[in-house]
């Protein structure tokens, strides 16, 4: 196969992937208010995301706080800027490093898990079966899922943030000798409603994308138990992907309300 034909196949190939992502998002909407609900299943989802993903995100939250302050401490000093650390280091956390990370995180545990769970369901023809026997699949499997992954990606943020911040809050402690109660007092008076709301309302795109990706790479796998490995690896690779392209929107979008 020449260069140009390989080109040329991986562009069809993505535009083949958009394309059935984009279909995949429209009968997601087109399920999600149409009745009946799955609150119970939504309910089991929302704690395999959310408190299966807790001990991760914390100890991943606690050591970014940590690392960022020291590793920031010793240039700070040779400014005479180490008063600012709590105001840099939780500016940096909430707006960006806290959101990205987790959501990179969970799109590596999640979205591979849904890939492979739903992948597994479909090469047994489970899917198929749920389909024969007169339930919606895509109702009970993708779309509690999704809603799941787009509610609690969130939560998941503000707890790793919240232990960003208490790693960050021990290095100063020793090193700086600042009070908890001084540190985050200088922290909450930097933060701004600016700085939270964008942070918290790209988390739940975070999410959404996480989600959707993972069941979307689950529900239409193909090629045997070779392709449930592949679902899984490919889920996680386009969801960081979304993840990026989602953050570089959120940021612009943001610069253009604070310049007004």
Do not use: H
């Not at 562009?11 to 999600?32: A, M, N, P, T, W």
């Not at 395999?48 to 240039?75: A, E, M």
């Not at 979205?111 to 109702?139: C, W, Y």
């Amino acid at each position: 196969m020449t260069i140009t034909a390989q080109i040329r196949n991986n562009v069809i190939d993505f535009l083949r992937q958009v394309g059935g992502l984009s279909y995949f998002v429209g009968r997601f909407f087109k399920e999600v208010f149409k009745p009946p609900f799955e609150f119970n299943e939504l309910l089991r989802q929302c704690y395999n995301v959310g408190n299966r993903s807790t001990p991760l995100v914390g100890i991943t939250g606690f050591i970014i706080g940590l690392v960022l302050t020291l590793q920031t401490r010793p240039t700070m000093q040779e400014f005479g800027a180490v008063s600012w650390m709590p105001d840099m280091v939780g500016i940096s956390i909430v707006r960006e490093i806290g959101p990205v990370v987790v959501a990179l995180i969970c799109a590596g545990r999640i979205a591979s898990g849904m890939g492979a769970e739903l992948g597994s369901m479909r090469v047994t023809e489970q899917i198929d079966a749920m389909e024969v026997s007169g339930t919606n699949p895509f109702k009970f499997l993708v779309v509690t899922r999704v809603v799941a992954t787009t509610l609690m990606v969130p939560l998941l943020v503000i707890f790793g943030d919240m232990l960003a911040l208490y790693g960050s809050s021990l290095v100063e402690y020793y090193k700086g000798n600042v009070s908890f109660q001084l540190y985050f007092n200088e922290v909450f008076n930097s933060l701004q409603y600016g700085d939270l709301i964008p942070a918290t309302i790209k988390s739940f795109f975070f999410g959404f994308a996480i989600g959707l990706v993972g069941c979307y790479k689950g529900y239409y796998c193909k090629k045997g138990t070779v392709g449930v490995g592949k679902a899984a690896n490919t889920a996680v690779v386009m969801a960081s992907m979304l993840i990026f392209i989602l953050d570089l929107i959120a940021v612009f979008i943001s610069d253009i309300f604070y310049e007004l």
